[in-house]
């Protein structure tokens, strides 16, 4: 405990933020493992097997450290407008961000998915002025302007592919760039709905009710969706040594990390941090896959590590002091996708 104490909180953030980066490229390094190793015909890793086992280990995990937190006068506190919320977070940021994620991940580059994964924090920015009257410096908004443009050129100068979508207007993009975004919008307004409702919600409450009910609410709709044999290989022994280890490391190490650094980290602190998370991103992709950057992604990741640079240079004028539990919350649109 001593030792932990010494470590100081930027440590944290910047393990967090490497764990996190692996998260992608791992997830699609596992489920070629799987495509090695099929069961009758079926890969027993697929994406919708990750997710919803990979849920089911981190509560494995999670459980124990955060149960004292589960008791009558924590849950007494809760109000209908908390319950309701956390619903609302469970399934935007807990089911379909993450399934919008994995599902893009089939469809195009890791690299991609990270860039345009960072079209959140704009949004966030974006619905906090709107729905939240938050005032912004001008070094915010130029960056978040600048991080915006940065996310639609790596979705436009794409070359053309098999999988491209008309948008209308002689505008075509791939269907695993639309997912990507599509999942950067639905965790935007989760993390809004965090900011306006869930401040006071206990961190352990928070993180195991949208882990578990999340695991369960996608269960239920890929069963309705895809039928009980999707499912067929859920308790296949190969993918859960694999889960385990998934759940444990990257999603329940980084998130603790993360958690801990923001105890002891400053707003600014923690931005300067996140800016490192679409570098890392690729360079996690290039390390484990193999995947070396496109020029659409230098354009488009140049502009996005510019548009970074501005508001953190934002934040640090602004000098936004957060409470550690709401920083968990609210930051969370930060570093994007955390492997659930």
Known sequence: MKLIGRIPGQAYLL???????????????????????????????????????????ALLVLIPIFRPQWNANSLKQLSKKNWLS?????????????????????????NNVVLIGRL???????????????????????????????????????????????????????????LAAIAAICLAVSTIISRASLRQVPLGIFSIFRMAVGAVVFFVAAIALYGAGHFMDVFSPFLWQWMLVYGALIIVGGQLCWYTGLKSSSASEV????????????????????????????????????????????????????????????????????GV
Do not use: H
Not at 302 to 314: D, E, F, H, K
Not at 325 to 332: A, E, I, L, N, R
């Open 271 to 338: 931005s300067l941090a996140s800016s490192f998370s679409p570098v890392a991103g690729i360079c996690a992709a290039f390390l484990i896959l193999g995947e070396a950057p496109t020029f659409a992604q230098y354009v488009g990741g140049s502009a996005i590590l510019v548009g970074i640079v501005l508001t953190g240079m934002g934040n640090m004028r602004s000098r936004v002091q957060q409470s550690a539990v709401s920083q968990v919350k609210d930051m969370d649109g930060e570093v994007g996708f955390k």
């Open 15 to 57: 393990l967090a933020i490497l764990i996190f980066a692996a998260a992608n490229p791992v997830i699609r390094r596992l489920t070629q493992l799987g495509a090695q190793n099929l069961i009758d015909g079926r890969n027993p890793i697929s994406f919708c097997n990750v997710l919803f086992v990979g849920n089911l280990c």
């Open 86 to 110: 956390l619903i609302a977070v469970t399934i935007l940021g807990g089911t379909l961000s993450p399934a919008l994620t994995f599902s893009a991940l089939s469809l195009t580059t890791v």
């Open 120 to 178: 959140e924090p704009p949004l966030v920015l974006a619905l906090s002025v709107w729905l939240m009257r938050e005032r912004l410096n001008s070094w915010v908004v130029g960056g978040a302007v600048v991080s915006f443009i940065g996310v639609a050129l790596t979705i436009l100068l794409q070359k053309p592919s098999e999988n491209m979508v008309s948008m209308g207007g002689g505008i075509e993009i791939g269907q695993g760039e639309l």
